[in-house]
């Protein structure tokens, strides 16, 4: 069963910065609902998947899942990186069954991983050092090692941004056909916008300095997603807009420094004045 | 990539013809180059004797060249003579390590992880590093009650800077990801010591426990010269007394051929606990 979150009213600040990082965030995400945090580089979206997983506490306000506010990572909600970061001195089971022998349920492991990984597609790769697989199979252990567990909450950051195309396309279909069968609860950061739309049932767009949410944007499309659909290109058009908005205004070149552009703030702070009729638009999307 | 692994099964029995030409070629290259050195240390010996031996002032030396001290070398091989001295010296080293290793991986693993007692330990242990520990030779006499524990000290206390600061460069090469991983799996102090931290520095740790079986072979001997009657040092200390100078080089070689040795197991023991696939 999927988990239920509650972000309230985030603010955070990491030390010997002025400027907050994340301001005032607030969202409700349904048990089993797939969201997509996409924005700039800088606008905290890693920071608050972060507090998701209990591996940073917010300076205000709290995450709660299923009530209970997140203070500490858990086996119940787990991480993905864009690095797999897998354990080289181990074989490809190994690695998978990782959390099983963290939390002592040793019993049927072996059955359970290798079931695990019959799906992710590496069965015959089960005894092999994870070192002599490519990107994309080692992005699959990585799935696999954190779906053994049976969380309620996936979180994804940018997991699937160092690989190519094709192996990109095919991981997420495969999470998401994982997730909804299995009814767990996906939150994912990416600045990949047909990602988003791809595998996401709402996408949630930050805007920096601070990272404040900006728009939502539900995606109504039937799974599995057809990429060349009508319906698929006009999401993706209308959350380039959005996307485009956040970094107002457009002609500027990317600060080099994300804290050090206090002059321009001001203007890109106010939601308001940035997004006032995509935002409405988005409401209507909705 | 081992490519000989291709040449395990030839397809018929024509092939075979190839495959030991290959294995031999193979062979051939292997060894040229450690036979050409060791064929050169032995020329420079010869040399040397040949030299001591033609000077009036150092004649009574001669004994030290090959000849003579290969025949004493297969007279205390022989006798079984060799073996009483061998034990004993080993029999010290190996405690020495011992508690070199428990001291050292755990000091090393904490000294590596905790920014603050890398920073307080690193005056006072650079110091106690830079003292030759047969400076501590005295003291250890006085504190122990046997020469055979006071030898062990030295030994351990030589020991036991290698271990640590190789076991405290490891921890501090580990990757920030794993640990992430790990904590993020619900990994408890226990397990990330068992299941990530160790396998992670194991090569390190056998890197520096090389390093240290190195130091203390080198601190045994004069480190046996004194006090005790047994041990490779007391052995050669003997033959020099009893003017057997050819024995005394015996033994040097004995002692040679043992450091080697040491060092091939750890480098083997340094490779199988390296966990880059093999390339």
């Known amino acids: ?286 | 990539m081992n490519r000989d692994a291709t040449f395990d099964l030839p397809a018929t029995p024509g092939e075979w013809g190839w495959a030991s030409l290959r294995t031999a070629n193979h062979l051939r290259r292997r060894l040229q180059y450690p036979l050409l050195g060791i064929a050169g240390l032995l020329v420079l010996w010869w040399w040397g004797g040949w030299a001591i031996a033609n000077n009036p002032d150092t004649m009574a030396f001669a004994s030290f060249a090959p000849g003579p001290t290969l025949t004493a070398f297969w007279d205390i091989v022989s006798s079984g003579q060799v073996w009483s001295p061998i034990e004993s010296s080993l029999h010290r080293v190996g405690f020495g390590l011992l508690y070199a290793i428990l001291i050292g991986v755990p000091l090393g693993v904490m000294i590596g992880y905790f920014n603050v007692l890398r920073e307080t330990t690193h005056v006072p242990f650079q110091f106690l590093r830079m003292i030759s520990p047969l400076a501590w030779m005295p003291i250890a006499v006085l504190a122990f009650a046997t020469w055979d524990a006071a030898i062990v000290f030295l030994i351990a206390i030589a020991a036991v800077w290698p271990i640590t600061y190789a076991t405290a460069h490891g921890v501090q090469r580990i990757d920030p990801m794993w640990l992430k991983v790990g904590n993020n799996l619900g990994a408890n102090p226990y397990h990330t010591l068992r299941y990530i931290v160790m396998p992670a520095i194991a090569q390190d740790v056998f890197a520096g426990i090389r390093l240290a079986v190195g130091v203390a072979w080198i601190v045994l001997v004069p480190a046996e010269y004194l006090g005790v009657t047994s041990g490779l040092g007391y052995a050669i200390n003997d033959a020099r007394d009893t003017l057997e100078y050819d024995k005394l080089a015996a033994f040097v070689l004995v002692i040679g051929l043992i450091g080697y040795m040491l060092d091939a197991i750890c480098v083997r023991l340094i490779r199988r606990s390296s966990y880059h696939a093999e390339s």
């Open chain 1, 1 to 286: 069963m999927g988990a239920a979150i509650s972000i309230d009213y985030i603010t955070h600040h990491y030390p010997k910065q002025t400027d907050p990082t994340l301001q005032d965030i607030e969202l409700t995400v349904s048990p089993g609902e797939t969201i997509a945090l996409i924005g700039q580089s800088g606008c905290g979206k890693s920071t608050l998947l972060h507090m998701l997983a209990g591996l940073l506490i917010p300076s205000e306000g709290a995450v709660r899942i299923n009530g209970h506010q997140v203070i500490k990572p858990s086996p119940r909600w787990n991480m993905m990186f864009q690095k797999p970061s897998l354990y080289p001195w181990m074989t490809v089971r190994r690695n998978a069954s990782l959390g099983l022998i963290f939390q002592g349920r040793q019993e049927g492991m072996n059955k359970r991983v290798d079931a695990l990984l019959e799906t992710v597609g590496l069965a015959e790769k089960a005894e092999v050092n994870v070192q002599s697989l490519s990107g994309g199979q080692q992005q699959r252990v990585a799935l696999a090692r954190s779906l053994a567990t049976d969380p309620e909450l996936l979180l994804l950051d940018e997991p699937f941004s160092a690989l190519d195309a094709f192996t990109k396309t095919e991981l997420q279909d495969e999470v998401v056909r994982l997730s909804r069968d299995r009814g767990i609860t996906v939150v994912f950061v990416t600045h990949d916008i047909e990602e988003a739309v791809a595998m996401a049932d709402r996408v949630v767009v930050m805007g920096s300095n601070p990272g404040t949410l900006q728009h939502q944007l539900k995606v109504d499309l039937p799974h599995p997603r057809d990429r060349t659909s009508p319906g698929f290109t006009e999401l993706k058009a209308e959350l380039m807009e959005f996307f485009g908005a956040t970094r107002h205004p457009a002609s500027r070149p990317e600060p080099t420094d994300d804290t050090s552009s206090s002059a321009e703030a001001p203007e890109a702070d106010d939601p308001a004045a940035s997004g006032s009729a995509p935002a409405r638009r988005a409401i209507r999307a909705a």
